[in-house]
């Protein structure tokens, strides 16, 4: 009708296309390009909900693991009465001297401490070990030799039976003279560790074994004569 633009149905510009075409080929860029979005999101959901169930699972691992989360669960405090930690402490000594006494003095007193009549003095009942702890200590540091009567018999007699040295530290010749002191019925006190280093330190520059008279005169008050 007329070439007012603003009334043709016509874009003012001028193109090699037809309404149509481009509509059409905007419906098939529309197609091309959501095609590969359309399959390429089932793969990050799929990841979403694998990783949602690991984290779950690995939750209730480590909520199990942790103690409920807690990175420093408290701990349970124990609280021992003077009289508890007595006994423990006694508890912890006797059982290392038992161990000691099995290695280093089980194969001649024998693990009874009844030792063997005519060679080895037993130590169950004998007035050697239940006297001052200084016999037993100085026994055990330097060893023992000449005839010695232990419970009414002899023993010693022969120079080629005799005890040598243990050599052993401070503590376990403690541990295992109180285990001594207190095994098979007997019911001496226990032996410290600062007196066995004392009577260490007293026979220092002794050489030789103590000769069982002299160790029986030195703590005479003790052997209940
Ligand atoms: C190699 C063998 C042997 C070993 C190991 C040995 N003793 Fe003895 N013990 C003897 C003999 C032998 C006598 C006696 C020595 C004597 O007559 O002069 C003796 C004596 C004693 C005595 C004094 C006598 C008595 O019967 O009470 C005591 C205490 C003693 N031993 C404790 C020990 C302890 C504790 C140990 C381990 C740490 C030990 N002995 C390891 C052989 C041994």
Redesign the pocket.
């Known amino acids: 009708m007329s070439d007012d633009p603003k009334h043709s149905g016509n874009l003012p510009i001028e193109t090699e296309f037809s309404d149509e075409e481009i509509v059409k080929s905007h419906v098939e860029l529309a197609k091309t390009k959501h095609e590969p979005t359309a399959n390429f999101l089932l793969a990050p959901l799929v990841f979403v909900f694998v990783f949602g169930c690991l984290i779950f699972v690995c939750s209730i691992q480590l909520a199990h693991s942790t103690n409920s989360f807690q990175l420093h669960p408290p701990v349970e405090i124990v609280e021992l009465t003077p009289e508890e930690k007595e006994a423990l402490r006694m508890d912890r000594k006797i059982t290392s001297g038992e161990k ?2 099995a290695a ?2 089980a ?3 024998q693990a009874n401490g009844l ?1 063997i009549e005519g ?5 169950a009942g ?1 007035e ?2 239940s006297a001052d702890p200084g ?2 200590a100085n ?2 540091i330097k060893g ?5 009567l ?1 419970k009414g018999k002899k ?2 007699t022969s120079a080629a ?4 040295a ?1 050599p ?1 530290s401070d503590r376990e010749i403690a541990n ?2 109180t285990y ?1 002191r207190q095994a098979w019925g007997n019911s001496s006190a226990e032996v410290l560790e600062d007196d066995v280093s004392r009577i260490r330190a007293e026979s220092s520059g002794m050489q030789d074994q103590w000769v ?1 008279a002299e160790l029986r005169k030195m703590f005479a008050d003790s052997f209940g004569q």
């Open positions: 000691i006494f280093r003095c194969s001649c007193h030792g060679q080895f003095p037993p130590l004998s050697w070990v016999v037993i026994v055990i023992l030799k000449g005839e010695i232990v023993y010693g039976v005799n005890m040598a243990v052993i295992v003279s001594v069982g």
